[in-house]
């Protein structure tokens, strides 16, 4: 019988650096085994060094292109990234969510590049639950750079901004969309806007109506961050450098101006409420058959309210959930 690694012991492992190890612990945080938590809370002590840059944008924008090429950039430049791509599917399946995978072969077999997709598994806002765990992995085993690409964006689709220091949004010309969609709230949660593509014709157009809206929308102040437009275009291998420049700028002001500190705060609250959420649901839907079955019931019958049941019902939960955590 092959014995078992403990999760302590990988964690030890993550500290060193070791792809395989980040590699099993993110596929037990996924699968949501009891006997990882003693090793995350510990990992997430030694957490709080790489630069977590999220990049989102409307399907077909060319998101997964410029993650490749964006990580050739740092990889000049010396430093080491990690990748957590999130899949609307199951992970790698058909048509994996950093495209091509031919295309990123080299990235691959590099040791300095750890690449995770992760399914969504119907969870709103882009973000999978355990992908800021995995990005806790990555950051704790020395990765200077942690990108997380997500499955697009749109109203409700905007968790990313509150998970990662940077948030980059990727447009494209010739979507339709894209510009509506930025219309539509997507507008300001960008710190760097991308424009793809940017060799096509049609490219200065949707260039220029970005520009003109972050003009607009522009507060006065001499602290403020003036989100930049960054072209870029994959055929030509062009803007990818600028890119990871603009990304620097924005990390450097983010410290110069102390507004890092409240980017961690709002980090730590999305952490913790979507801990919690995911601690209460997953009570509610244990229990559900024997704990709820009269609240419901008088539910249908009018004889409470949903408010009043819903209240009722954590009260329940409240004394399990602190005997299971």
Excluded: C
């Amino acid at each position: 019988m092959i014995s078992r690694t403990s999760s302590m012991k990988l964690a030890e492992r993550v500290r060193e650096g070791h792809l395989r190890a980040i590699a099993r612990l993110i596929t037990r945080v996924e699968s949501r085994d009891p006997e990882v938590r003693q090793a995350m809370a510990e990992l997430y002590k030694s957490t709080g060094r790489a630069h977590v840059v999220g990049i989102t944008g409307v399907p077909g924008a060319g998101k997964s292109t410029l993650v490749a090429e964006l990580v050739q950039e740092y990889r000049a430049s010396g430093r080491t990234v990690g990748i957590v791509a999130i899949d609307p599917s199951s992970p790698f399946s058909g048509g994996a969510i950093l495209g091509d995978r031919i295309r990123m072969g080299e990235l691959v077999s590099d040791p300095g590049v750890f690449i995770r997709s992760m399914s969504t598994r119907g969870t709103l806002g882009g973000l999978a639950r355990p992908a800021l765990e995995a990005v806790d992995l990555l950051d704790a085993g020395g990765f200077d750079v942690v990108l997380i690409e997500t499955v697009g964006v749109g109203q409700d689709e905007v968790d990313i901004v509150r998970a990662a220091h940077t948030t980059v949004v990727v447009n494209a010309p010739g979507l339709g969309d894209d510009v509506q969609a930025i219309k539509a709230g997507v507008l300001e949660i960008a710190d760097i806007h991308v424009v793809s593509k940017a060799d096509r014709p049609d490219s200065n157009k949707t260039i220029q109506e970005l520009k003109v809206m972050l003009a607009m929308s522009l507060e006065p102040g001499k602290d403020i961050w003036r989100v930049p437009v960054v072209p870029t275009s994959s055929e030509k291998h062009s803007g990818f450098g600028e890119l990871m420049s603009a990304i620097d700028r924005h990390a450097v002001h983010l410290e110069h101006s102390g507004e890092i500190t409240e980017r961690r705060r709002q980090i730590a609250l999305t952490r913790v409420v979507k801990v919690a959420e995911e601690i209460v649901r997953d009570n509610f839907v244990r229990d559900s058959r024997s704990q709820t079955e009269e609240l419901l019931k008088m539910v249908t019958q009018r004889e409470m309210d949903p408010h009043g049941a819903a209240v009722t019902l954590l009260k329940a939960m409240k004394e399990k959930i602190h005997e299971a955590h």
